[in-house]
């Protein structure tokens, strides 16, 4: 893994945790189902039409069209079903925890699907980075439980088992198929059944357009999803996926550099301990992956 690649997935990284803010400013303006769905159709539309525009071939074997509606399914339909839905029902502490359990789960995934065998210390690397998920979100865990949690949990468990199998399937594809296709596809066929729910439970004519509704859609559609699905399926091509993942484990800890930084959150001293956790466990993993730029 060179300093380059390292690069382009520490801005993947970004761009997601990017993503939360976002969407919780955004879903104030329109009902989450079609925000979701909305997000995944132009996302999808702008990498098909970049393909389309470039004569990047279709894939034409039906193994690989399965492949990418089951990517779809898990990535985008599940994926964003629970980012966007499990806000409502149970704290960031607590869904962040859950869903950082989605580096483990793909790292088993990984090792029973693809081949990947992770060594002593990175098994114990990725234990570390999650002890340090553990020790950012303890302040919100002790904080007290409020809301409907099995439900909220529920959702946050379906998206990091979407996500994993998800990321298993991109790593199959990646290679075989176009990025830019692949991504574009899996995006549209993912978002179908998003728009299906909220034809079925919402009202999508109740979004609230305005200049602000369209950039943050804009910007999670473009920037948190094309760019980074286009990005990610380009890494795995190169890189295992247990040793890529991991770098998810950095998103909290973004996250909470962002909350700092703009929002004035006090960072305490279980959450700077849980920040040198995470860095020590991706480091870990990563320890002899990382070369010098070639």
């Known amino acids: 893994m060179t300093i380059k690649i390292v690069l382009q997935i520490l801005l993947v990284m970004v761009l997601w945790a990017l993503c939360f803010p976002l969407i919780t400013v955004g879903i104030a303006s329109a009902p989450h189902l079609s925000f979701a769905a909305l997000r995944a159709f132009v996302a999808g539309a702008v990498l098909l039409a970049l393909a389309l525009a470039l004569r990047r071939p279709l894939p034409r074997s039906g193994r690989v069209w399965g492949l990418l509606v089951l990517a779809g399914f898990g990535a985008t339909s599940l994926g964003f079903l629970g980012m966007f839905h499990a806000a409502e029902f149970v704290t960031p502490g607590i869904a962040t925890v859950i869903a950082s359990t989605q580096p483990l789960l793909a790292a088993v995934l990984a090792q029973m699907f693809l081949g990947e065998h992770l060594d002593t210390r990175s098994k114990t690397g990725l234990m570390i980075g999650f002890l340090g998920i553990l020790l950012i979100t303890l302040p919100q865990l002790l904080s007290g439980l409020e809301g409907n949690y099995p439900l909220g949990i529920a959702y946050i468990i379906l998206a990091a088992l979407g996500v994993s199998v998800s990321n298993v399937v991109i790593k199959r594809l990646a290679g075989e198929v176009d990025a830019l296709v692949a991504m574009g ?59 890529a993942n991991v770098f998810s484990f950095l998103i909290p800890v973004l996250g909470l550099l962002i909350a700092a930084a703009f929002f004035e959150e006090r960072i305490g001293w279980a959450e700077l301990t849980g920040v040198a956790l995470t860095i020590l466990g991706v480091s870990q993993v990563n320890r002899r992956a990382i070369t010098e730029p070639g």
Request: no cysteine; proline share 3%.
């Open 185 to 243: 596809i899996q995006l549209v066929l993912g978002g179908l059944p998003l728009a299906a729910a909220a034809l079925a439970f919402e009202q999508p004519t109740a979004i609230a357009w305005s200049l602000q509704f369209a950039l943050i859609l804009l910007s999670l559609s473009l920037f948190g999803s094309a760019l980074v699905y286009w990005l990610w399926i380009s890494i795995l091509e190169k890189v295992e996926l247990s040793r």
